[in-house]
């Protein structure tokens, strides 16, 4: 049973950074022979997104890094460990770890690595970490998720550009955080960027336009099965928070926030329905920001709970699901957790 | 309760009629995946019942008949 508990670590705070430019769905002209935009709304949710073909994904999450820092008064020097989680690497290697630590001018004594997954990835990237800094030898670190969203067509109005930066901290007596994992690897082709790797290396036909479900889409861009996605979606997220609320031994009702991975709107309703949490339980940033992948739960707390949660002990449930297929869902309480004002670039 | 199915179904999509017996609605193209969610969430909202994941499969949509077995295996009767 994949389950996972760390002690002695908490969430120090967190940051967000998306670009300034903002997409409306309504002056979106095209994605599909069938598309109408007032549809595309009812059913997604989605108004807006943020989105700048001119950013990589490290410049996002090290500005949002950079205000956290400052936010938190941490020294450079103390940071230990840095966990990274995009699937839209600033270059296919070397790492964009590797490469935040030198742009954030953090120490060359560091703890660097980085994780592909993508809608999943937050709540995976902090048990790496939280295991790295739970026994005290690092003290200090940085979770930095988010992407360029550069492996979709840039027109698709599902899409929303984002970085974020969690920053952990090793503290004795910390409850720590608690965990549920779950993969089913017999579902990859559910959501997949054909070619690029060995399995179907570039060539020419890698470039060529296919009709995907009415979408024109080459094969180094990704595809979704939509209904094998959905379904999934709507089975695995309730089930993986409710196992770990009962081998925690958790109280549902006691929890203040549900943060869900910000798929789309009715999904994410479904998943809150079979939760039995009320709406205000379960904040949104998706209207605004669209789905920002492995972003979407920590752009989701910056945006929506800042100002609510800082200062009070807080109960958070979170559940990130999607490409692998993959899932993971994550208990921590929270005091005195600095978030930080949305950067904006 | 196929009428209420049938006016679901139309809200959802106006522009198709559902009233008929021999048509596929997912072969025709007359539902997306988009829909599919939109359809699931109504019908767990309008019979209180929670569709249960495994059971998205395009066959139990097809269909106005096919809806109603899904509803009637959620103890909608």
Known sequence: MAFLELKNVRIAGMSACVPKSIEYTKDNPYISADYDFEDFIEKTGIHSRRKDESLVTSDMWCAAAEKLICDLGWDKKEIDVIISCTQGPDYIAPCTACISQDRLGLSKECYAAEIPLGCSGWVYGLSYIGSLLSTGCMKKGLLLVGDARTVLPTSDPIVGFAGTATAIEFQEGAEGFKFHFGTDGSGYEAIIIPDGGARNRISAKSLQMEDINGRQLCRLQSRMNGMDVFSFAITTAPKSMKKLAEHFKLNLESIDYCVLHQANMQIDEIIRNKMKFPKEKVPMCLPDFGNTSSASIPLTIVSQLRGKVENKYTKFLCCGFGIGLSWGSLAFDSEGMVLSDLVEI | ?77
């Open chain 2, 1 to 77: 309760m196929k009428k209420q199915i049938i006016k679901i179904l139309t809200e959802l999509r106006p522009e198709f009629d559902f009233s008929q017996e021999s048509v596929d609605f997912i072969e025709e193209g007359m539902l997306d995946s988009f829909d599919m969610v939109n359809l699931v969430n109504e019908l767990d909202t309008t019979y209180c019942i929670s569709i249960d994941g495994v059971d998205i499969l395009p066959e139990n949509f097809s269909t106005v008949e096919a809806i109603l077995k899904l509803l009637e295996k959620n103890g909608v009767k």
